[in-house]
């Protein structure tokens, strides 16, 4: 399995700024992909990020908002930007697994409070 | 589309008795089906996966898994559940004749196991 690490952990914002979060894998990976979850409720998928190319994003998810950078293989960063309190979410990174078998392999998230 | 629905919001069980965590999808093609856990602040750990093969499926933490392809459904079991089994349980869905290569999440089960 891939071993994931993102920082921030936690952070606590003020309305109207914006936040960069940063995945980083200890291998290649061809895919790695974001996720949100809000207080209590499931993961969504934000967007693909794609080594080379723009993030493919899911429905109501736009790039503006959430910029997403993918320099290499082992790294991304997710931009959150603009803060409001709805953002206030945890947001993961993950990546499939190097079998391709299908499973997603996850950070440990980083928890934003946006005030 | 695909889609996983998890019909509980919360399941109680006794120390030593066996539980069950519901989960049921729909997809479009055929299903690779997965189990995930999630402790308190922290991120998501694989747990198990169907993705072709025998229906009862066995993973980490003495789980297992039965995919039913006439009920759509890939209830997560244990035998005899612990205290430290307690957290948020997420299936999920991949439709494995599409591109897609990210996973859907259920809305997530909290298991609870009292001493």
């Known amino acids: 399995s891939a071993v994931i690490s993102q920082k921030p952990s936690r952070d606590i914002c003020q309305r109207g700024t914006s936040l960069t979060i940063q995945c980083q894998v200890d291998s290649q990976v061809t895919m790695m992909f974001w996720y949100r979850q809000q207080p209590g409720q499931s993961l969504t998928l934000i967007a693909t990020?794609?080594?080379?190319?723009?993030?493919?994003?899911e429905s109501g998810f736009v790039i503006d908002k959430f910029p997403i950078s993918r320099p290499n293989l082992t790294f991304s960063t997710l931009t959150v930007s603009n803060m409001s309190p709805e953002d206030s979410s945890i947001y993961l990174c993950?990546?499939?697994?190097?079998?391709?078998?299908?499973?997603?392999?996850f950070g440990e998230g980083s928890r934003l409070t946006v005030l | 589309a695909q889609s996983v629905a998890q019909p509980e919001d919360q399941v109680n069980v006794a120390e030593g008795n066996p539980l069950t965590v519901k989960c049921t999808y729909s997809v479009s093609g055929n299903p690779y089906l997965f189990w995930y856990v999630q402790y308190p602040n922290r991120g998501l750990q694989f747990l198990l996966k169907?993705?072709?093969?025998?229906?009862l499926v066995k993973g980490s933490y003495g789980f297992e898994a039965e995919f039913n392809k006439s009920q759509t459904s890939f209830h997560l079991k244990k035998p005899s559940a612990l205290v430290s089994d307690s957290a948020l349980y997420f299936c999920a869905v991949r439709d494995m004749d599409t591109g897609r290569r990210a996973l859907t999440f259920g809305s997530g089960t909290r298991l609870q196991v009292q001493p």
């Open positions: 990020a794609n080594q080379g190319s723009e993030a493919t994003y």
């Open positions: 993950s990546v499939v697994d190097r079998t391709n078998t299908g499973e997603l392999f």
């Open positions: 169907y993705i072709t093969g025998d229906n």
